[in-house]
Structures are given as C-alpha cells and as structure tokens.
C-alpha cells in the first residue's frame, strides 16, 4: 500500500524518512481576516479556521499489513468491522488495543529500528466540506498530534506521513480538495514504529489521533511565520521588540509586498503611533532576510513579564499586497523579559529567580492524553495556589494551548524535545540512522514554540545519554534563538565525582542533575573558586510516588542559603492512573481485578513488560485532588516568611517575593494556648518591597499558665487575581513563644495493683486495666464494664511500607529499605513475655522481641500504674541491640473496638506529617474522624501519621480515651488497619489501630 511501503521498505521502520509532504513547521499562527479580530488572539473570531474534531469512522487493523487496500478511495463503505470513535482521543480509552506501561524498558524486546509484526494500526475517515469562500486560497490540514506515525489520504490521493508524536503535522491540501463539496480524508495511524525508540518516556503507551485535526485557510501569497523577541535593555526598563515576519508563495513569487505590524497593551491600545512597515527583500539567494520583514523597534518602559506579573502584549502582522491592499493577518502574544546567564545564577529580568517548580507529563484520568482546556486551566491554577512558578514539560513539547495559558497566568517553562531514548541510551545519540529525526524534533519544538514568553530554557530532551546529535541540536538552536539558555541533564553526567571538570558545556548551560543527594550540591556550591560558573537547578528531585516528598525542606534550606543552588523540579505533578469505574470501556482489564471504582496502572491491562504503579508518581491524584505533601510545597515555597522579634515587641515580616510588593496580601494572626484560640487580629497593609523586611509592633505578652503557646499569621490575597478568589491563603507562619515538655502530673498518687494466677490488674472507681501475665501485656482496659480492647497493648515496629521504601512487585529492591526490613524479618517479629510483677505500685512488664536478624533484637519494659484521678500511666523503655538499624517504627500499639470514630489531638496537622515532612503542618488542636485520617494512596502503604503529639482523644459517643504525653511529645496514627497491605482497592477491617511511636522512619524523597 502506498506510503506504508516505499518499493519494499516498510516506511514505519525506517528512521532517516522522517516525514514526506509536510509542511516546515511554524510558530502557532491563524489567519484573520483584518487587524481588529487578529488583536484578539481567538481564533474563534476568524472565518478561515475549520475544525474536524467529532465521531470519525474507525477500523483496528492488528498490524500495518492488514490495513483493508481500498479504504483510503471515496467510495469505500465501511462494514460492520468499522466503529465510530471520537477524534480527538487515544483508541486505547475506547475500547481498543491495551494501554501499555513502561518506565525504562521498552514494550518489546527488538532492536532499533524494529518493531513487533503485531503493531495495532488505527484507519480513520471522515467527510468534510470546505466553504466556498475558502476557493482559490491555500487550504492547509492539521494534525496536533498523532501517536506514533501518520499516514495521509485526501479524496484518495496520497498525501504524505508524519512522525512525531508530540508535534504537530501540517499538509497543504489545495490541490486535491473540493469546495461546496464533501471530501474525505483517510488516516492511517500506526502505533510502534523507529519513532518509539526516539518516544521512550515514563508514561503510557497510548495510539490515535489524540490532539485536534483542523483546518485552516490563506490566501495564495500568505504570512508564512512570524518570530517576536521583546527584551529588556540592560536597565530592564526599556524595551526592544524584533519582528521577522516571513512570505510564503505559491510556485511564483512577486515583488513589491510589504509587511506592516502594530504592538497593542492588554487593554488594546495601539502601542506604535502608526504600524511599522517593511519592504519584503525578494532579491537573489545571497541577500539576508530573503522574502522576510524584520523590525527592530525600541519601546519605552514596557510592562515586564514575570511569573508574579504576566503582562502580554499582542502583535498583529499585516501581508500587504503590491497593490496597497492587506490580504493576510495574523497575531502572536509577546512579553517584555529577558532571561541571561549570570555568575552562577539564571536571571530573569537580571533576578536570580529561585526555581519552584513541577514536571508535568499530559494524562487525564477518562481521556488519556486528550487534555482539555479547563483540565490545564485546573493545572495551572492549582500550581500557582500552591506557590509554583516553573513547569518542566516532561518529556515533550505540550499541545499548543498550554503555552499560552502560561504566558497569560504565568508559569516559567522548560520546553522539551520529544526525544527520549531512556532504553538505549548511550547509542542512538550517535546512531547516524537517527541524526535528522533527533535535530528535526528539536528544531520543529523551536520553530513553534519561539514566540512564547513564558519559555526561559530550551530543553535537548530527556533521559537520552550525551552523543554528537545533542551537540548538533545545541549549536542549532543557539544560532536560531539566543535568547534563551539550553537545558540537558545528560550532558553533565558525573558532574559530582569530576569536581571542577564538569562536562557538557556546548550542550547545556545549566548543570541540571536529577536526584542529586543535598551532599553533592552544596559541596558543589561551596566550591566558590571553581571555574565552572554554572548555576545548578535540579531537573527532577524528589520523586513524589505514594506517600514521600520527605526532606523538602532540607533541600530548600539549601537552595536559599547557597549561592549556585537555584532551586529545582519536583518528579512529578500527578499520578497517571486510569480511572475504572462501570463506564470503563477496557477488554483487556484483568478479570480479577474489582468492579469497584479504582485507578488501573501497569500491568492491570495484561501489558507485560511493565513497570507496575511507577507511573503513579505525582503530587496530586489522578482527579488533580492534592496529595499531603501538596501543602510540604506550598509551605516551603510561599512568597512570605516572619519571624518573632520579642526583645523589641515586634514580628518581622520579610518579602520573598522577586518583584511584586507585599501590599496584595493581608496579615492575619492568631494567638493560641494549647491549640485553643486566645485571641486574634489584623496587621496593618503590609507595605514591603521585593525582598525587603519590615518590623510590625506586636504584644507578646505571656500568660502565667503553663502550656504550648503560639502565634501562627495568615496570609491571604487581598483581592481575587486570576488563579485565586480573595482570602485564599498563600501562606502562614508560626512562631513558637512556649513550648512545654510533660503534660501529666507525675506526683499523682497511685492504685495499689491486685494480683491473680492469670493476671496483674489495677482499678478505681469506672476504669480497670488488666495484664495477662501469658502474653505480658495490657489485654484488658474497660470503663464502665465495656471492654475498650480488641488487641493488647505491645511493641511495634514495622509499619506499611512505602513506595520510597521499595516498590513492591518489582525485583531488584533488596537493597530498599524495604528489602533489608524483610531480610532482618522486622514485619514477622516474635516477642516473648518474660517477666510481669508488681514493683510497689506499679506493674512491670518486661518482654522480647526477636527476628530473622537477631534473637534479641529489642528489649521493652513496660512500666503500668492507675492514678487516683482516674488516668493509667504507662512507661515505655526500648533497648535495641546493636545492630538492629533502620528500624521501620519505634513504639507501642494497640486496637480499640468498633465505634471511636471521633478524633482529637494536639500536635501537628491537619494533614499526615512525618518528621521529615512537617514544615506544613503547624501545632494546634484538631478535631477530625479515624475514617478522615485514611489517605487513599493507589497502593495502599503507611498514612495518617501525625508528629509532636501532646495529646489525642478518641470517642465512640459515649465516652473517650485520652492518650497524653508523659514526657516529650510523641508520634501517633489512629487508622482503620488494612487487611491486605496491598489489595487494590484495600479491605479494611472496622478494628481501629492506634500506633504511638517514639519515632517513625521518615518517607524519604525518592522510590529510584
């Protein structure tokens, strides 16, 4: 068939054919039809743009081969083997085909550029008619994007194949169209080809036409590309605006046309007293700017574009023709910024911005990778409430739409290649089969993307070792644009073991690592002499998987206080589960899999290879609702921060914002005792420059009671602004005046203890506690004769392991935390009961616990009293032999029969909190519910965990069980415990476990 075959080449595996017919690429340009709708930048506002979105007629082929022979003819009719399917969308979400994922390996064991002979090939058709106002202009066909080779049939005439997934393809059609007639277009879409080697990114294997398919209309001599570069003078107060504006003719071109621009502000203001013009050069090949416009325009004091103050400009280019007429329009938005190289340091406008930011893969829980505007819309938005300034667009070029709503909401992004090779790393980078797809993908991300502000780095790609082509691509775009830096990880490679010989500078002009532990970049940093004055911004860095994201605020000490460290991007912003509920449309579902609703990952489609739940990763669920370490992010990285200044009565607020003044945010504060509200009140407008401190008179006045006392301000916006409503918080600080120790009189009088053959018991007036001296441990604590124990009171120290602490179903993890806990046999513990007497009046407990890795590998004592007032005391002493290290957990407990459902405590919170994530979680008292406490992680793992507790209280609403700290505070969870650690979805059972621990292992920042 033709275009599949070229004589006997199968074009899906042949890498150096890149494309046939289709059309250079271009910045993301619509014609108007006059100035004033192309200052609007809506395309809805143009006649000349036509959209084939809508039910196509589509066939599955199960390999390229089998495609029927005459389903690209006009008068084929489908037969019962045909469906409808919308278009855009992945065939893989409506029932056909599997989603595949993979992280590393490939989906299938050949070698580049060989593919399976099963390769699902999607044949699309459809029908259109052409207005017959578009007769006798250019009529050009648009695919946003197609996964991952498209072949082209118009009226069936063969027109052209496109590889690329993540990029669009265009074909000029006017030849082979009819107008006030139907035409039908037919599409092949072949699912693996050479392309998927160069598209080996962590994310699912997907297939379809999953972006727009439109069409749009010029006339014959038209604007072919329009590249705007708004800088900054050195001053950054002024402006220059530089304008290419490019012809594009039929088979002849003709003298005398003219370019003519104007810039219009935000509210449609004419800029320039009257639009520029400029003679489009049409002489010989040797002549520059050759059928091209340019303009070099100074502006005075332009509004500046940031990610604190996104002020867009549009510029509206005219064609006109010989005759004086304009025939073509067309606009783009600029912003007036400029993005250098300092000494060590990325400046933006000439600041050293520190880098907050997330990478973001394209994935929709129901739609796969057909992302809609309000699903980027919620993106953006919740990035920015959560105090994110920078988008990495991992690991490709994003559909169009999503740069401009960055440019208008204000996100820094990092534009990516569509190039990962994460498989074969260190070969096709120099496999010279794939040099012109590698710099073809690179230049066509440049070629439309140019003209977006919110771009800062061009990004090589991801993941694709460091070769000859990466050099090529560098030195192209350096020529092409150098404006913006470029961005490569790979290029810098054992950057850490090289000290000062850090290789990759012609392809990267940042040092950019990727899990880089906070030892190697502070030594990196305090190496202040070393030759190489690149900043370092992390690319990715702690690996958001399940319930991690630990030792943020370690990094962000750093990134602060040491020059050269700018700050990085979190891995990464959601998880790509797919959502299963009884609208779930997928086949290949494993059986056994729950009719329940659940998020499906690797493996649940019976795709193998895969890489399990590793592609549920991010920062927020599949339904964009934030993940507990969200809040970690927002705190560390708020825009305002303060301190309590008792010896001079006030509270120092400082501004670390990069441009804006404080004055949009109002101060709250509230004065608290024990986590009980004392008092409260408003600061005064917070006038504070960029960057500037200021001190706000405040009583700190101490009452004579002893207890925890705390000043905690909030910070809201004053006023609504286009990514949060008025009073939405941006950030809070609290400032510790008291803090107490032991919150239990210890001088309280005690019980005398009673004694049996079976047990040790001690009781006063509703409440008795017994001890089983057999198991040697509190088995019995009942009120009122209603027994409140449904297991004893013992050691613990394992606890549900997390993705950080090993991902479970994979090989390989023995040496994770995970592994070595199950080596030493931590989660099979035996304990022994060794003694249990009475010492006056206390009862004494003492037990042991042994495992794999050591018969006595903890000691307990446990030292038990009733007090007159009604309160049991219990001490708890833990030897750990030496040896015994990286202990899960480190405490005591117990489960308590159904009904306490209703929790407080005093300690941190809201959310869960773990002692190496907690900057976001402040000390108050909060009052919740045990099922509240359960935090749906795709596979189940340790949740709900709170630190510094000075108290917790349970009730089943007839009475309550109080927990305080004798001595330093302690960590606790009340959690319903899953019957299966990892059964998907988990089965809980309604017994309530309260865990009480001296420690708890932190969750780490990465599952690598």
Not at 259 to 286: H, K
Not at 366 to 373: D, F, L, P
Request: charge should be negative; hydrophobic fraction near 35%; proline fraction near 6%.
């Amino acid at each position: 068939m033709e275009l599949l075959h070229i004589g006997a080449r199968k074009t899906w595996m042949a890498p150096e054919l890149i494309q046939v017919n289709r059309l250079p690429m271009r910045a993301t340009l619509f014609p108007f039809p006059d100035a004033d709708s192309a200052c609007t930048y809506n395309r809805e506002n143009t006649p000349w743009v036509q959209s084939l979105g809508g039910d196509w007629d589509f066939h599955l082929a199960p390999r390229p081969e089998a495609v029927p022979a005459d389903f690209t003819g006009e008068n084929f009719t489908p037969n019962d083997d045909w469906a409808k399917i919308p278009v855009p969308s992945n065939w893989t979400m409506h029932g056909y085909d599997r989603p595949h994922y993979t992280n590393v390996q490939m989906p299938f064991p050949h070698e580049p550029p060989l593919v399976p002979e099963d390769n699902p090939t999607g044949c699309y058709r459809t029908s259109f008619e052409i207005p017959n106002e578009w007769e006798n202009r250019r009529t050009v066909l648009h695919f946003g994007g197609a996964e991952s080779v498209l072949y082209v049939w118009i009226n069936g005439v063969a027109l052209g194949i496109s590889k690329d997934t993540r990029l669009p393809s265009e074909f000029d059609i006017s030849d082979f169209v009819r107008f006030g007639a139907p035409n039908t277009l037919a599409v092949v879409c072949v699912k693996w080809s050479d392309a998927t080697f160069l598209e080996d990114q962590d994310q699912w294997w997907m297939g379809g036409l999953y972006r727009e398919v439109f069409l749009y209309s010029t006339p014959k001599t038209w604007i072919e590309d329009v590249f705007a570069v708004a800088s900054l003078d050195d001053d950054f107060r002024d402006g220059t605006l530089k304008i290419t504006a490019q012809m594009g003719f039929g088979t002849q071109s003709e003298k005398d046309w003219q370019f003519e621009a104007q810039l219009f502000d935000a509210q449609g203001n004419a800029v320039f007293e009257a639009p520029l013009r400029q003679s489009v050069n049409t002489q010989g090949g040797y002549t520059y700017n050759r059928y091209q416009g340019v303009f070099d325009q100074k502006i005075e004091a332009p509004q500046r574009w940031n990610h604190e103050t996104p002020h867009l400009y549009t510029v509206v280019v005219s064609l006109i023709a010989p005759d004086g007429q304009a025939v073509d329009f067309t606009s783009c938005r600029v912003g007036f910024r400029r993005v250098e190289m300092g000494d060590r340091e990325l400046l933006i406008n000439g600041k050293a911005v520190l880098i907050k930011g997330v990478n973001r893969h394209e994935w929709d829980e129901t739609t796969g990778k057909v992302i809609s505007r309000e699903s980027m819309i919620r993106d953006i938005k919740l990035m920015k409430q959560h105090n994110f300034n920078a988008v990495r667009t991992s690991h490709y070029p994003n559909d169009a739409l999503w740069y401009d709503l960055c440019d208008e909401y204000g996100l820094y992004l990092v534009d990516e290649a569509d190039i990962e090779t994460h498989a074969f790393m260190n070969s096709l980078c120099n496999d010279t089969r794939y040099a012109s797809a590698w710099l073809e993908r690179g230049i066509r991300m440049v070629e439309r993307d140019k003209n977006h502000p919110s771009i800062i780095l061009w990004s090589l790609g991801n993941e694709s070792g460091y070769g000859a082509h990466h050099d090529a691509l560098a030195g192209w775009i350096r020529h092409r644009d150098p404006s913006r830096p470029i961005h490569y990880e790979n290029a810098g490679w054992g950057w850490d073991k090289l000290d000062d010989k850090i290789p990759g500078k012609p392809a990267t002009d940042l040092l950019c690592p990727m899990y880089s532990t906070l030892e190697n970049i502070i030594r990196y940093a305090e190496k202040a002499g070393a030759p190489d004055r690149r900043p370092l911004i992390l690319c990715e860095y702690s690996h958001a998987m399940g319930n991690s994201n630990g030792s943020l605020s370690d990094y962000w000490h750093a990134f602060e206080n040491y020059h050269g460290l700018q700050g990085g991007f979190i891995w990464e912003w959601l998880d790509h589960g797919i959502r299963i509920d009884q609208n779930a449309n997928f086949p290949s579902l494993l059986a056994s899999r729950s009719s329940e609703t659940f998020y499906a990952y690797g493996g649940d489609f019976g795709d193998t290879p895969n890489d399990l739940n590793f592609v549920c990763d991010g920062l927020v669920w599949p339904d964009r609702a934030p993940h507990p370490a969200m809040s970690e992010c927002k705190k560390l990285q708020q825009p305002i921060a303060a301190r309590a200044d008792s010896e001079n009565g006030a509270i120092e607020i400082t501004n670390k914002s990069d441009w804006n003044n404080a004055r949009w945010l109002s101060a709250r504060w509230v004065l608290e005792m024990d986590g009980e509200l004392f008092d409260q009140g408003e600061l005064p407008e917070l006038d504070i420059e960029a960057g500037q401190t200021r001190a706000f008179p405040f009583d700190f006045a101490v009452p004579a009671r002893n207890c925890d006392l705390i000043v905690r301000l909030h910070f809201t916006a004053r006023e609504a602004t286009a990514w949060c409503e008025a009073g939405f918080e941006i950030g809070w600080e609290e400032l510790v005046l008291v803090t107490v120790g032991s919150v239990v009189d210890v001088s309280a009088t005690k019980i005398a203890p009673q004694r049996s053959v079976e047990t040790l018991s001690v009781s006063a007036g509703p409440l008795s506690a017994s001890v089983s001296r057999q198991c040697g441990a509190l088995s019995s604590l009942q009120f009122k004769n209603q027994e409140l124990l449904s297991a004893p009171l013992q050691l613990q120290i394992f606890r549900g392991p997390t993705d950080n602490d090993g991902i479970k179903g994979w090989s390989g993890q023995g040496n994770k935390p995970l592994g070595r806990w199950l080596a030493a046999g931590y989660d099979q513990i035996e304990i022994t009961s060794e003694k249990a007497f009475v010492d006056g009046q206390t009862i004494v407990l003492t037990s042991r616990a042994s495992c794999k890795a050591n018969e006595n590998a903890i000691g307990h004592t446990q030292r038990i009293s009733l007090l007159e007032d009604g309160s049991l005391r219990c001490e708890n002493r833990f030897v750990v032999a030496e040896g015994v290290a990286d202990l899960p957990r480190l405490g005591v407990s117990f489960a308590l029969v159904e009904g306490f459902e209703t929790l407080e405590w005093l300690g941190r919170g809201p959310l869960e909190n773990y002692c190496d994530r907690k900057a976001a979680a402040y000390l108050s008292r909060f009052h919740s519910t045990v099922k509240e406490q359960y935090v749906p992680y795709i596979v189940p793992q340790e949740h709900g965990n709170h630190t510094d507790v000075r108290e917790m209280r349970l009730e089943n609403g007839s009475f309550g069980l109080e927990i305080r700290a004798l001595g330093a505070p302690f960590e606790a969870s009340a959690i319903l415990k899953p019957r299966r650690a990892i059964s998907r979805p988990p089965i809980y059972s309604p017994r309530l476990t309260l865990s009480i621990s001296n420690r708890e292992r932190k969750p780490g920042s990465t599952s690598m």
